[in-house]
């Protein structure tokens, strides 16, 4: 596998980009729930095939054929994965290859260039994937099916875990290249939160088994850990399921977006210095810049999710993609009909 170097975004270039950076960082600060420690089990090995073969840009535009219509891939489009990790405290990594946290909140993030337009992807953490494992020199030894949320599990914590995540998104959304990766631990809910003053919305579930004060039907500003808890629980909420939460992130992220645009411009190096510690990410700071640009002046298209169904396997959550829904969404993203 192909390890890239990190880079931090400097401050003056998120200064430069304002408060619509933060609001691309706003999607995956929803951070998770630790649900629990996954047990090691056995897995497939024998392939060799390491991320940066996979998510290698085509010489030519790929074509496909889907229900007797053919379609070739798009050009001018960044796609970046933002990750919002179930640990607390500072992103300080282990010295491990496996051990790195669980992934709870995945986003993709596609810019489209040609079009002028941007769109978000949220994936569901409990997706049954081909998730890499890593061997004990951090390379990819073999594939198993599992959680999408583990992928980020193998690896250090930091950059191998982002890079292994990355290659499982792609292989997810059939090769589709990954330009950057940006993750954060669930601590920056809070700390973000509190910094905007405080987040309003409607309470759309019965916490009562979690939280008194969170009465379902009232509306409620949220602060600090409370945010955190209404955007992570699950046990004992609604379903119990992970589609239920993703729609409470989807409403916390809305409500966070208008409290952003409320703020000042010494807002955005404010946030950095809170969430820096917190955060991972190969995106470099120019990189950072242009993408806010083009997310404050393109069209923002409405948020994908892919269909499937919930069972549970071995006493967890297992989300089973709809294959035609996957496939759907892949060419709305990605491709446009060949004529």
């Not at 069209?299 to 496939?327: C, K, M, P, R």
């Amino acid at each position: 596998m192909s390890y890239r170097r990190h880079h931090r975004l400097h401050r003056r270039d998120l200064i430069r980009a304002v408060l619509v950076v933060l609001l691309a960082v706003a999607f995956l600060l929803a951070g998770g729930l630790l649900i629990g420690r996954w047990e090691s089990r056995k897995y497939a090995t024998g392939s060799t095939e390491s991320g940066s073969a996979v998510i290698a840009e085509e010489a030519e535009p790929k074509e496909l054929t889907w229900q007797g219509q053919t379609y070739r891939q798009r050009t001018g489009l960044s796609t970046y994965l933002l990750m919002g990790i179930d640990n607390q405290g500072a992103a300080e990594g282990v010295q491990s290859y496996e051990g790195g946290g669980q992934a709870d909140v995945q986003m993709v993030l596609v810019v489209d260039d040609a079009n002028q337009t941007w769109q978000v992807l949220q994936l569901n953490r409990d997706s049954i994937v081909q998730v890499p494992v890593l061997g004990v020199q951090g390379q990819v030894i073999g594939y198993q099916e599992e959680q999408l949320a583990l992928a980020h599990y193998y690896g250090d914590g930091r950059e191998s875990s982002c890079e292994n995540t990355e290659l499982a998104v792609s292989l997810l959304l059939q090769d589709q290249p990954i330009d950057g990766y940006m993750a954060v631990n669930m601590d920056a809910v809070g700390i973000l939160t509190d910094l905007v003053g405080g987040v309003t919305l409607t309470v759309s579930s019965d916490f009562s088994a979690i939280d008194p004060t969170l009465v379902e039907g009232e509306t409620v500003t949220l602060q600090g850990d409370r945010a955190l808890t209404y955007v992570r629980s699950r046990t004992g909420i609604d379903d119990g399921t992970n589609l239920a939460r993703m729609a409470r992130q989807r409403q916390y992220l809305t409500a966070l977006e208008q409290r952003l645009r409320q703020q000042d411009a010494q807002f955005a190096a404010k946030a950095y210095d809170a969430l820096s510690d917190y955060m991972v990410t190969d995106i470099g700071s120019k990189t950072a810049s242009r993408i806010g640009e083009k997310l404050k002046q393109y069209t923002q298209l409405d948020l994908l999710t892919i269909d499937g169904e919930n069972v549970v396997e071995d006493e967890h959550w297992a989300y089973h993609l709809d294959e035609n829904s996957l496939q759907q969404t892949i060419l709305q993203l990605f491709y446009e009909k060949k004529e």
